[in-house]
């Protein structure tokens, strides 16, 4: 007998106010095979945050290496079918993981998206921004080679997908998201689900506004890796 699909959701932590609202949202799915595991990349601050989910969550501790190296172990660590990306300062809808996996299933997909919302560091909605998708995966990919079109906490994946194309490039700090969906439509395209099932934090401390340069700089190596790659 095939049992329950679990889907496991995967939140890199490193010295975030927000972590608690992150793992509540997470915690709190409708959904109820969800598996939660937090990944300590070498924080020094807001730990204490943590504590009280510690009996309902995996938490893992590591040295800080960045976002690529936590998200790697927490799929190392994970037991579910499915992979979801949440930002510690992000947040699920309470329906997102049961909406997505189902819309997955539905059109028999290894890889998804989803529309979201801004919110600001208070939790107040500022944004809903539109979001871009093409059902050809070749004119997708062609697009996605220009702009990165896939927020990561929006993401769900089947493990499968790790075992086919290898893990996030732990040498890429800030665009390793970036590349790593390049490199899943070279073989999967990704479904869109068209319903805003994750509120985007956008803060001061966060890392593509602290580090834009270092971002657009690695995104450029991205861009430069695949530019002459098609799929047509």
Same mark, same amino acid.
């Given at each position: 007998?095939? &049992?329950?699909?679990?889907?496991?959701?995967?939140?890199?932590?490193?010295?975030?106010?927000y972590?608690?609202?992150?793992?509540?949202?997470?915690?709190?799915?409708?959904?109820?095979?969800?598996?939660?595991?937090?990944?300590?990349d &070498?924080? #020094?601050?807001y730990?204490?945050?943590?504590?009280?989910?510690?009996? @309902?969550i995996?938490?893992?501790?590591?040295?800080?290496?960045?976002?690529?190296?936590?998200?790697?172990? &927490?799929i190392?660590?994970?037991?579910?079918?499915?992979?979801?990306?949440?930002?510690?300062?992000?947040?699920?809808?309470?329906?997102k993981?049961?909406k997505?996996?189902?819309?997955?299933?539905?059109?028999?997909?290894?890889?998804?998206?989803?529309?979201?919302?801004?919110?600001?560091?208070?939790? @107040?909605?500022i944004?809903?921004?539109?979001?871009?998708?093409?059902?050809? @995966?070749?004119?997708?990919?062609?697009?996605?080679?220009?702009?990165?079109l896939?927020?990561?906490?929006?993401?769900?994946? #089947?493990?499968?997908?790790?075992?086919?194309? &290898?893990?996030?490039?732990?040498?890429?700090?800030?665009?390793?998201?970036?590349?790593?969906?390049?490199?899943?439509?070279?073989? #999967?395209?990704?479904?869109?689900?068209?319903?805003?099932?994750?509120?985007?934090?956008?803060?001061?401390?966060?890392?593509?506004?602290?580090?834009?340069?270092?971002?657009?700089?690695?995104?450029?190596?991205?861009?430069?890796?695949?530019?002459?790659?098609?799929?047509?």
């Amino acid at each position: 007998m095939v &049992g329950p699909v679990t889907v496991s959701v995967v939140i890199p932590f490193y010295n975030c106010p927000y972590v608690d609202q992150a793992i509540e949202s997470a915690l709190g799915q409708t959904y109820p095979y969800v598996e939660v595991i937090v990944v300590n990349d &070498g924080s #020094h601050q807001y730990k204490e945050k943590i504590v009280p989910y510690m009996p @309902r969550i995996r938490y893992v501790e590591k040295a800080n290496g960045g976002t690529a190296t936590a998200l790697n172990m &927490g799929i190392r660590y994970a037991s579910g079918q499915y992979f979801a990306w949440l930002s510690a300062d992000d947040v699920f809808d309470r329906e997102k993981i049961a909406k997505q996996l189902q819309w997955m299933q539905q059109h028999r997909a290894l890889a998804s998206f989803t529309a979201y919302r801004l919110i600001d560091a208070n939790g @107040r909605v500022i944004g809903q921004p539109s979001s871009f998708w093409l059902a050809d @995966r070749a004119r997708f990919f062609e697009h996605m080679k220009q702009h990165c079109l896939i927020n990561g906490s929006t993401v769900m994946l #089947h493990m499968d997908i790790f075992r086919q194309v &290898g893990l996030f490039d732990e040498s890429l700090r800030y665009a390793h998201d970036y590349e790593f969906w390049l490199r899943v439509l070279l073989y #999967h395209h990704f479904q869109f689900v068209p319903e805003r099932l994750l509120s985007y934090r956008v803060h001061e401390q966060m890392g593509t506004v602290r580090h834009t340069q270092h971002v657009l700089a690695e995104a450029a190596l991205v861009q430069a890796k695949y530019r002459h790659i098609s799929l047509r």
